[in-house]
């Protein structure tokens, strides 16, 4: 048996997860999401990133970004390392793609924050 604390919503549920026989069972949810939740942390686990790339703006040196959707949880510190060799040399607006498909996934790298003509 496993336990997780789900977090698709504010309950924060402690789950027991076990797998019996090929079939996932799920107790300790309040809502029907936990289900889905557990069932997905058991056979492949996603998250979505936020993190930082540098910039070539002297005084804007970094700038907030996230992954478009989630990713594989397995590909996170890959997609990290990755992203410390991008620097954004031209202005963005909030939303802009920074970096398509990254490491070949379906998933793009977006700006969550703007930066203006000459930074």
Do not use: Y
Not at 104 to 113: E, M, P, Q, R, S
């Amino acid at each position: 048996m496993k336990e997780l604390l789900c977090i698709v919503c504010p309950n924060g549920c402690r789950l027991q997860v076990e797998n019996r026989m090929g079939t996932i069972v799920v107790t300790g949810n309040q809502c029907k999401r936990g289900i889905g939740f557990a069932q997905a942390e058991l056979t492949n686990p996603t998250r979505t990133v936020t993190t930082t790339v540098r910039t070539s703006f002297p005084g804007i040196p970094a700038l907030p970004v996230r992954t478009s959707r989630e990713i594989p949880k397995g590909k996170i510190r890959e997609l990290v390392d990755f992203l410390k060799t991008v620097t954004v040399t031209r202005p963005l607006n909030c939303g802009d793609v920074v970096v398509e498909k990254a490491l070949g996934l379906d998933c793009n790298i977006i700006a969550t924050d703007h930066i203006l003509e000459g930074g």
